[in-house]
């Protein structure tokens, strides 16, 4: 088969890795790629929403499946873009049509997704500006601290949570009459805060069976101790150990099936990664949000621990035959690690000259904010290389993935040293 994988992450990165390692896979092509994932495949320059483009170039490659790894090209209708095309219809597409892709495109959506199938979630009400009064009068209503997220997509940066209502008052006032986020936050979701602990959960599903990939815990502070600014992800760690076999029955019959099920009676045609968000509390589970893809940097701890061909996973999900395949996860710890430029989340500086990558010693490099310049590897991006290590303990696999990422060099880099310490 000849596979196009759509992204330039670290959670591309994983894939490519995982792809190239099945029998299944004859060519593997990565648009755009990034410095690592050339390695596995071949890179292609075409962005991921450059539908014309990725449809002439898998008329020309003989494509036999397309994955893909962000969610603005499913947000954008990628996968109906192709079903409605005669050339490529029978092109399969890993990842919903634009309907389901609403459930991470639109928090307010999501949210009367799960009201309407009875998930349990975070009491909520969505504004516009034309409602911006009653919003504030809502948030005098609600115990604080209160949480304010963008309707629409916004890069990871949509949610904030005030711990006054100075501050959340201030903030609605930015999102819906400043256009804080732009035009993500043309509405804006108040919502009630959830106390408790994150974790997520992965599931794969052909839009009748499903199966539940390894879950996973990640780290979005910059600061150790989760202290700082918010960022797309400074590592992740899998399984999680709260996440006992009690715990997960009762996220499966609570609120996987609800939400498979939910899809089937809403008539939304489901292929692809559903990423649920959760917050244990007491026990308890809660959806945050849904998400249409795999997360980054828990892709990073995921795919390591898959031990079955994932190609054959996808060939199920795209032949809808996806109960009659295998899934083996393996019982080992993965601890991932980013390493990132300096001055990040904010304002960072790229075309740093990356070292050391082949000093690793029991980790994994996945490739997030990379390219290459002169067959030199350099950064292009925030979040740079996740380092992950897949051991028999959490200790060790931490251990081993800080101690390989200290291995790499480039000026400015950073990491945290403490992922997963929480747990230990």
């Given amino acids: 088969m000849n596979i196009l994988l759509l992204g330039s992450g670290g959670r591309e990165s994983a894939f490519a890795w995982k792809i190239t390692q099945s029998p299944l896979c004859s060519e593997l092509f990565i648009a755009p790629g990034n410095a690592g994932t050339g390695a596995y495949g071949q890179n292609v320059n075409l962005q991921p929403t450059d539908f014309e483009g990725i449809r002439e170039f898998v008329l020309n490659n003989d494509i036999n499946m ?3 790894g962000p969610e603005e090209p499913l947000v954008k209708g990628i996968h109906d873009f192709f079903l409605a095309d005669a050339e490529l219809k029978a092109i399969p597409v890993i990842g919903p049509q634009q309907e389901g892709a609403k459930l991470e495109g639109s928090k307010e959506y999501s949210k009367a997704f799960m009201r309407r199938h009875f998930i349990p979630t975070a009491a909520s009400a969505t504004f516009t500006v034309n409602s911006l009064n009653e919003g504030l009068d809502y948030l005098e209503t609600h115990k604080l601290p209160i949480v304010l997220k963008a309707d629409g997509l916004a890069a990871g940066k949509g949610v904030l949570i005030c711990q006054t209502l100075e501050e959340a ?46 879950e996973a815990k990640d780290y979005k ?3 150790e101790a989760d202290t700082g600014l918010n960022t797309g992800g400074m590592g992740s760690i899998s399984p999680v150990s709260f996440a006992d076999e009690a715990f997960m029955l009762k ?3 609570d609120i996987i099936k609800p939400t498979i099920y939910g899809l089937k009676i809403d008539q939304i045609h489901y292929k692809g990664f559903l990423f649920i968000g959760l917050m244990n509390i007491d026990g308890e589970p809660f959806v945050i949000e849904y998400n249409v893809r795999m997360g980054d940097p828990e892709t990073e701890s995921v795919i390591p621990r898959i031990e079955s061909d994932f190609l054959d996973l996808l060939l199920g999900v795209a032949n809808e035959n996806l ?4 899934l083996v996860i393996s019982k080992k710890t993965a601890a991932t690690v980013m390493l990132v430029s300096g001055g990040y989340p904010g304002e960072y500086i790229s075309g740093k000259t990356i070292s050391g990558i082949e000093n690793l010693r029991g980790s994994l490099a996945f490739h997030a904010g990379t390219t290459l310049e002169d067959n030199i590897v350099k950064t292009s991006g925030g979040r740079v290389l996740a380092v992950t290590s897949l051991q028999d303990t959490l200790f060790n696999a931490v251990q081993q993935a800080v101690a390989d990422a200290g291995r790499i060099y480039f000026d400015g880099r950073y990491f945290r040293t403490d992922i997963g310490f929480d747990l230990l």
Avoid: C, R, W
């Fill in 221 to 223: 502070k910059i600061g």
């Fill in 66 to 68: 397309v994955l893909v």
């Fill in 323 to 326: 109960a009659e395949k295998e």
């Fill in 251 to 253: 996220v499966e019959n």
């Fill in 169 to 214: 008052q201030t903030e609605l006032i930015a999102m819906l009459q400043d256009a804080k986020f732009g035009e993500a936050s043309s509405k804006v979701v108040i919502e009630e805060f959830l106390d408790g602990i994150e974790l997520s959960v992965f599931v794969l599903t052909d839009g009748h069976s499903y199966k539940i990939l390894p």
